[in-house]
């Protein structure tokens, strides 16, 4: 599609394109300063561009919190396109990133967060982003992660699946034949979105394909999510994501923020510090409700203007939210008919944390601030039963399936000279069960892990040369075990 002209903008060159619109570099006259504006594809109709301007209205409202893209104008160009300009990302991406390599266990869980965040402003503005995937998450010039395309998918994809805007390997099953307006399909995304950074490729690819999207769609709908291959990956957070992907929207976390304190969660058991959680909360009630905040949250009351055109239409479906989705460490309950209050209860890696991580912690946060401890920064009341109680966010709760992580393999080798034999064995084997191999050293000459259902390997390796090996195990229905410690052999 050629750029449309733009009075103020000077055109330098096409940055990407999408399933219903591109996008543009150029060059503001005044400010002067490159700008990056999208376009939508000819084709709109009176009404969509109406709502198109009225979207626009309310996220540029929205647009100075710290996790959503910076927009400055919106229009429609000459030739009746709609265009909104926003701040120049420069790449690379996580949409790039992510293909490459896939991201570290950190990084995910920080753009978690923050994406999470974003969102769930979006939620209580009204407006459903219904596109979240890889490619709508920028990157800013300093790195920090910057959501992209609100509402733009409702408007060019009302009729649902048979819209342009949807983006089929991270729709929620409910997307593909019907048009959502439950805030949970956003939720879906997001975790589809996360998982993908995990893996390396949106969750339904498989590698030995097909992956077009009749199988893409059968597999969402079936829930065949591809096994994750990571050892550095916690259970905890493969747990949250496939919840967040359930097929029974109910089983979801009830909002993207009670996503987000989930993710901090595993932040905690990772011993990191928790991103904070960032709302701007834009619904009516929210300039004369008390929003209490700690280490963990920050929620910020905000005077919006909702256009008639967006108001007009069907309100974000949001199921009955608990407390802890707006006040972190505390839950509603109903006892005897009345409304009370309890603490939520503490999560079992919580409770890991030994004495001396706590009287570290306690230190710290006395330095702090007085009176600050480790319940602040983990969200932790010391109330409830922590080996049954729910996923913070989350009431009432599911059981969560507790994952086995086998252990890895045990690698021994023989031979002499240049040709030596490595083998390895699994404790407790059963039927399925697949290693993965990773060769290094200069005699290695596969660049790629090697998945293999074989239990020995014999190799030539070159005088002087040497080659090492790990091997993990890969079981269905377990998480991958940690790699086997490397073991070596010299060419003589």
């Not at 307006?181 to 490729?201: E, K, M, P, Q």
């Not at 330095?367 to 009432?396: C, F, H, M, N």
């Amino acid at each position: 599609m050629q750029a449309p002209q733009i009075p103020g903008f000077t055109f330098i060159d096409r940055v990407g394109e999408g399933g219903f619109a591109d996008v543009f570099r150029y060059q503001q006259d005044l400010p002067t300063r490159q700008v990056a504006i999208k376009v939508l594809r000819s084709g709109s109709d009176t009404g969509s561009l109406e709502l198109f301007r009225a979207e626009a209205n309310v996220m540029a409202q929205l647009s100075n919190h710290p996790s959503i893209v910076p927009i400055y104008q919106a229009g429609v160009s000459s030739d009746g396109r709609a265009f909104l300009v926003m701040e120049f990302c420069p790449p690379p991406h996580v949409a790039q990133r992510y293909r490459a390599q896939p991201l570290p266990v950190g990084e995910v869980l920080d753009i978690g967060v923050k994406v999470a965040s974003a969102v769930e402003t979006a939620h209580r503005a009204g407006i459903l982003h219904r596109d979240i995937k890889p490619h709508n998450i920028l990157t800013s010039a300093f790195g920090v992660p910057l959501l992209t395309d609100f509402g733009i998918a409702s408007v060019v994809g009302e009729a649902g699946a048979s819209g342009q805007g949807l983006s089929i390997p991270w729709s929620a099953p409910e997307s593909l034949s019907a048009d959502s307006h439950d805030v949970r399909s956003d939720v879906y995304s997001l975790a589809a979105t996360l998982y993908s950074l995990l893996i390396g490729h949106s969750p339904f690819e498989r590698r030995e394909g097909p992956n077009d999207n009749a199988n893409l769609i059968s597999r969402i709908e079936r829930g065949q999510l591809t096994p994750l291959r990571r050892p550095d990956v916690p259970a905890s957070l493969v747990d949250i994501l496939r919840r967040a992907m359930s097929l029974q929207v109910e089983k979801r976390p009830v909002s993207a923020m009670a996503l987000g304190r989930q993710l901090q969660d595993v932040q905690i058991e990772l011993r990191q510090s928790p991103t904070r959680l960032e709302v701007m909360d834009a619904s009516p009630s929210a300039l004369v409700e008390e929003h209490p905040n700690d280490a963990r949250t920050l929620i910020r009351p905000v005077s919006v203007i909702i256009p008639a055109a967006v108001s007009a239409r069907p309100a974000p479906l949001q199921p009955a939210v608990d407390e802890v989705t707006r006040i972190p460490g505390a839950a509603q309950v109903e006892t005897d008919g009345h409304s009370a209050r309890r603490t939520a209860p503490r999560r079992e890696e919580d409770a890991r944390l030994g004495l001396p991580a706590r009287i570290a912690l306690g230190v710290v946060g006395a330095a702090i601030v007085a009176g600050v401890g480790y319940a602040l920064v983990a969200g932790d009341s010391g109330e409830g039963d922590d080996k049954t109680g729910p996923l913070r966010g989350e009431q009432p709760a599911d059981p969560v399936e507790v994952i086995d992580v086998p252990a890895a393999p045990v690698v021994t080798k023989s031979g002499k000279g240049t040709r030596w034999t490595f083998r390895w064995e699994q404790m407790d084997p059963k039927e399925g069960d697949e290693f993965k191999l990773v060769f290094t050293g200069d005699a290695a000459n596969l660049p790629e892990p090697d998945y293999v259902e074989e239990t020995s390997r014999t190799l030539t390796v070159e005088l002087d040369a040497t080659l090492c090996l790990a091997v993990s195990l890969n079981r269905v229905g377990s998480q991958p075990s940690p790699p086997s410690k490397p073991l070596c052999v010299v060419g003589q």
